[in-house]
């Protein structure tokens, strides 16, 4: 069975550039997670679809950050623009079910925003 | 609002020594708790969850934890750490009712050969 797909794996790109990440998670999963991980914490939730509604994006920062995932499947985190503070490593995760079910992780995506 | 506390950031054992990780959840009522384990390189994956009943959970690779209420504690222990046991591991709480999972900011483990 594939995994959750994650990329690219790593991106560097200058403050107030765009930059996008994307994810596919593994078949028959209907929710699918983004964390945001920096450096010595944990991950932290900033959006969370079950199929394609999202359901929690209370940690999303809205004023640059949006994420799409038409169909209920593929999923895309935009930023625009990147600032200096966005620089971490940015996880896809998805599950069978709801928050309660083991989440699987992709590999993430790595940032640096210079 | 449920949160995770991890006291022990880095640990570094010797083969064969035992293995406890602290960990402590915040939320007062019915909890899922999770330790994921994140080897050099690899995904973060599920080592152990606890959602009900026993409260000795057992996971892969000789892991166990046990989940003490009175205590809102879920320690990570293994009798015996092998090398390969390295990686930063990862308690996370989930709060009945509540979908979101919240991860602690995860303890280092070296184990020295």
């Known amino acids: 069975e594939a995994g959750v797909v994650q990329s690219p794996r790593y991106k560097i790109i200058e403050k107030k550039q765009p930059v996008a990440f994307w994810c596919n998670p593994i078949s028959g999963h209907n929710t699918l997670y983004w964390y945001r991980q920096n450096l010595g914490q944990g991950p932290e939730l900033l959006i969370r679809y079950e199929n394609e509604e999202a359901v929690d994006d209370s940690q999303l920062p809205k004023d640059r950050f949006s994420a799409e995932r038409l169909k209920g499947v593929d999923s895309t985190l935009k930023i625009q623009p990147a600032e200096l503070g966005d620089s971490a490593v940015y996880l896809c995760?998805?599950?069978?079910?709801?928050?309660?079910?083991?989440?699987?992780f992709g590999p993430g995506t790595r940032l640096t925003v210079l | 609002a449920q949160s995770v506390s991890q006291h022990n950031h880095h640990v570094i054992l010797s083969e064969a020594a035992s293995l406890e990780l602290g960990c402590n959840y915040s939320?007062?009522?019915?909890?899922?708790l999770f330790w994921y384990v994140q080897y050099p390189g690899q995904h973060l994956q599920l080592l152990l969850k606890y959602f009900s009943g026993d409260p000795l959970v057992k996971g892969i690779k000789g892991f166990e934890a046990e989940f003490i209420k009175s205590k809102f504690s879920f320690n990570l222990r293994k009798p015996s750490v092998q090398w390969s046991d390295t990686a930063e591991y990862f308690c996370?709480?989930?709060?009945?009712?509540?979908?979101?999972?919240?991860f602690g900011t995860g303890t280092k483990l070296q184990v020295i050969p």
């Open positions: 995760a998805s599950s069978q079910g709801t928050g309660t079910d083991t989440q699987y």
């Open positions: 939320y007062g009522g019915t909890v899922n």
């Open positions: 996370a709480v989930n709060s009945g009712g509540y979908q979101k999972v919240t």
